[in-house]
């Protein structure tokens, strides 16, 4: 029986500015069947498995969705293209330009809601199993944990923005910060699709996916400080 392991792949910056990070144009694997010392699933446990990646891949795509309503909101939609773009009205284009400040609280506050429990349950559940079913996986996660607590900083500093009054300085900003946001949380779900999901749906036992399935669905809890996968699965 063979499993495929995590490839390596590249941590991101702590401190971003303008993103220019752009996505592999694959993620390869590499079976480390030979040197992994967790097992596979067996294919009886494999047809008992809980269907927490059907609901966190459901969770990304409606994130996703969201996404273009955020770049709606936040002035920064792509323009239209050939037809549609010469038949754009002048003011479309202004009309893209401005911020809707409600419309990005409805969807900032959204992003949050989400954050406090699909990422949270990541956190705190699905990669500590990781990381003993596989634990020279561990190094592999912890790019994914930095980039959760990158986007919950992004995501905080743009829900301030939404709070202040408009204006031109304030609506530059939220756009910056906008596209940064959306760029890497775009990137970021395709990785952990790729990568995260794809390896622990072949490792990880029933029970540990049942304790994953009810992170998820117990909600947000307060997260005062970034905490640590250890290959114990406890929390630093």
Do not use: W, Y
């Amino acid at each position: 029986m063979h499993c495929t392991g995590f490839a390596s792949h590249r941590a991101v910056s702590q401190k971003p500015t303008r993103l220019t990070r752009v996505m592999p144009p694959d993620v390869p694997f590499v079976d480390t069947s030979g040197e992994r010392r967790g097992a596979c699933l067996s294919p009886e446990d494999s047809m008992k498995k809980p269907d927490v990646f059907q609901r966190l891949r459901a969770d990304h795509a409606r994130v996703l969705a969201e996404l273009n309503a955020l770049e709606r909101a936040a002035g920064i939609a792509t323009p239209p293209r050939g037809r549609a773009r010469a038949a754009a009205k002048p003011r479309d284009a202004a009309a893209r330009s401005r911020v809707n400040g409600a419309e990005l609280r409805r969807v900032l506050a959204l992003m949050a809601a989400q954050f406090d429990t699909h990422m949270a349950a990541e956190d705190e559940a699905l990669f500590p199993a990781l990381a003993r079913a596989l634990p020279e996986t561990l190094g592999r996660l912890e790019p994914f944990e930095a980039e959760h607590q990158e986007l919950r900083s992004m995501l905080a500093s743009l829900e301030s923005l939404a709070r202040q009054s408009g204006g031109p300085t304030r609506d530059e900003q939220i756009a910056v910060q906008a596209r940064d946001f959306v760029d890497l949380l775009r990137i970021h779900v395709r990785k952990e699709e790729a990568v995260v999901f794809r390896v622990a749906e072949q490792v990880l036992a029933p029970a540990e996916l049942d304790r994953v399935a009810n992170r998820v669905t117990r909600g947000a809890i307060d997260r005062p400080h970034r905490t640590r996968v250890t290959t114990k699965g406890q929390r630093s």
